[in-house]
């Protein structure tokens, strides 16, 4: 398992999808590619997330948090997490 948080509120270009902000975009690459060099091949089997909320309402497409279930083709399985909402323990 990965996870990396990291609290963004008022950081313009991780808020704005166009830039390719937003946990999956933004801080989930790192996530994922270190799950991809554990195990090469992996696929998303399963994923959840949740919108990052600007000013209280939830924001245009950009994704705050998420978490990814992920397998190759001899169904060895990882899970990923990234947040833009918490501060998390970046372990692996």
Known sequence: MRTLGERL???HRAMDPAQGGGAMN???TYV???ANEVLP???VTASCG???PVDGVEGPGTIGQFNALLADAANR???VSASMLADTPTTA
Do not use: E, N, S
Request: hydrophobic share 40%.
């Open 9 to 11: 509120v008022d950081h």
């Open 26 to 28: 933004d801080i989930g």
């Open 32 to 34: 994922m590619m270190f």
């Open 41 to 43: 091949g992996l696929r």
């Open 50 to 52: 949740q919108r990052h």
């Open 77 to 79: 399985q990882a899970t």
